[in-house]
């Protein structure tokens, strides 16, 4: 069992930037797709970011590319989202997750992660 703790999240303005971090239990953390998903209340989540297992490559939704950056310290067990120009679409419970399977494919499917943590909110203001 993997556990993801999410923190970083809060309150910013619009143009501002957020990082978050993700903390995961366990020792096999370099072999897992890592990714980041959003809620808003009464919408599905979605797709933020992910990374590929180890190094690994990076890909992003659409309306966050060039704006956010994946990224994984190994050794930390610790995945984060750097999030830059923010803007109050961007207002959502953020979700940390993990991938057992598929390591080296860029998914984006809330199914195809296999661990979630508790979620941290981040609320842009105008």
């Known amino acids: 069992q993997v556990q993801l703790v999410e923190s970083g999240g809060g309150l910013v303005q619009a143009g501002g930037s957020l990082r978050l971090s993700c903390a995961a239990s366990?020792?096999?953390?370099?072999?897992?797709?890592l990714g980041w998903f959003r809620q808003v209340p009464g919408k599905e989540r979605t797709f933020v970011a992910g990374?590929?297992?180890?190094?690994?490559?990076?890909y992003y939704a659409d309306s966050v590319k060039g704006r956010f950056t994946i990224s994984r310290e190994n050794i930390k067990n610790t995945v984060y989202l750097q999030m830059n120009s923010l803007k109050p679409e961007d207002t959502a419970v953020y979700y940390c997750?993990?991938?057992?399977?598929?390591?080296?494919?860029?998914?984006?499917?809330?199914?195809?992660?296999?661990?979630w943590g508790q979620g941290t909110q981040v609320t842009v203001s105008s």
């Open positions: 997750a993990a991938a057992t399977s598929w390591p080296t494919e860029q998914r984006v499917g809330v199914g195809s992660y296999d661990y």
């Open positions: 990374i590929t297992r180890s190094s690994g490559s990076t």
């Open positions: 366990g020792r096999l953390f370099s072999r897992y797709r």
